[in-house]
């Protein structure tokens, strides 16, 4: 089955960096689009960054020009190289891909790793 494990996560202060790493099994990875979505607390989760399986990526716009999402397809991991972090990044981090079964897309996500960027 589909699987995704995120690690990377912690607290930080305003302005540091972090490097979230998420790893994919049960999926052909290097076919796959894979995302990064975050939730803060009392938000609805958001779509941070994505990456194609051409390489092609795409951002939010609160983190254009911090953030940087890369793919090992080699490893089945897909990266979140986080920089200049404001408090506002605050929140759990998400790996999500989703897969075609039976004629219909499931979207999966992984456990969520914790970010906590202090002011």
């Known amino acids: 089955q589909v699987q995704l494990v995120e690690s990377g996560g912690g607290l930080v202060q305003a302005g540091g960096s972090l490097r979230l790493s998420c790893l994919a099994s049960?999926?052909?990875?290097?076919?796959?689009?894979m995302n990064w979505y975050r939730q803060a607390p009392g938000k609805q989760r958001e779509l941070v960054a994505s990456?194609?399986?051409?390489?092609?990526?795409d951002y939010a716009n609160s983190v254009k020009g911090r953030f940087t999402i890369s793919r090992d397809n080699a490893k089945s991991t897909v990266y979140l190289q986080m920089n200049s972090l404001k408090p506002d990044d605050t929140g759990v981090y998400y790996c999500?891909?989703?897969?075609?079964?039976?004629?219909?897309?499931?979207?999966?996500y992984g456990q969520g790793t914790q970010v906590t960027v202090s002011s």
């Open positions: 990456i194609a399986s051409s390489g092609s990526t």
């Open positions: 049960g999926i052909i990875f290097s076919s796959n689009t």
């Open positions: 999500n891909t989703k897969q075609r079964v039976r004629g219909n897309w499931i979207n999966y």
